[in-house]
């Protein structure tokens, strides 16, 4: 049980198109989904805090404009990647954390999208 | 804000010995303390957790100790084997809910030698 996943699970693109990437929760709901950034050999970076049904939340420094988050439904949130440049090439990643239902801390990490902006 | 460290960056262990991964967090009021095995490509993947009013869990080859008063935790591998190479992440977090972000360490690149 627990699974998340993302699709695609790799993309390249050309600089100044727009990419986006989905993420499910496949066997749970999650009101509140988490969006991170990893570069290699780095720790992961949360970009922003996606809850169900209302706007997300974005860490300092991530411009919302670029980084677009929805969350529609309990399994299912997107961010995407506005006018993309070589600079947003990264490792991107999310979690979820199952909810409403259950009141519980964990977090459930899916596989990761590799963009490459060419 | 919290503010988590973990040591060793690397760490290479000969097959079938332990291995111990250390962080430290700063704010007193964390109270839930996921690890995280990463492995190249991949996303992270949950392979135990503590709670604060738990001193130590066990899971198979797998433990984490947490020492609230001093405020760190550690994760131990025994019996190590190759595929318990990977990236690990020690994380800490306010708890109590949903909506709490996570804090993450920088990460140990365990390396087990055949």
């Known amino acids: 049980g627990a699974v998340v996943s993302q699709h695609p699970s790799w993309v390249i693109c050309k600089s100044g198109t727009s990419v986006k990437i989905e993420c499910r929760s496949l066997?749970?709901?999650?009101?509140?989904m988490f969006w991170y950034r990893q570069f290699p050999k780095q720790s992961l970076m949360l970009m922003a805090t996606s809850n169900e049904g209302s706007k997300a939340t974005y860490e300092q420094g991530v411009e919302k404009d670029k980084f677009l988050i929805n969350h529609a439904s309990l399994t299912l949130s997107t961010l995407t990647v506005t006018s993309a440049h070589p600079e947003d090439s990264s490792f991107y990643i999310c979690?979820?954390?199952?909810?409403?239902?259950?009141?519980?801390?964990?977090?459930?990490f899916g596989p990761g999208t590799r963009l490459t902006v060419l | 804000g919290e503010n988590v460290e973990q040591h060793p960056s690397t760490l290479s262990v000969q097959e079938g010995d332990s291995a111990v991964i250390k962080c430290t967090y700063s704010d007193s009021a964390s109270n839930y303390f996921p690890w995280y095995k990463q492995e190249l490509g991949k996303g992270p993947q949950l392979i135990i957790d503590?709670?604060?009013?738990?001193g130590e869990k066990k899971d198979q080859r797998i433990a984490v100790t947490l020492n609230k008063t001093a405020k760190h935790f550690s994760l131990h591998i025994t019996e190590t084997q190759p595929e318990d190479s990977a990236v690990y992440f020690c994380?800490?977090?306010?708890?109590?809910?949903?909506?709490?972000?996570?804090?993450f360490g920088s990460g140990t690149k365990l390396n087990v030698k055949p």
């Open positions: 994380a800490a977090t306010l708890g109590g809910g949903n909506f709490n972000k996570f804090y």
């Open positions: 503590i709670r604060s009013n738990v």
């Open positions: 979690s979820a954390n199952p909810g409403p239902s259950i009141i519980t801390d964990t977090q459930y």
């Open positions: 066997d749970f709901q999650a009101t509140t």
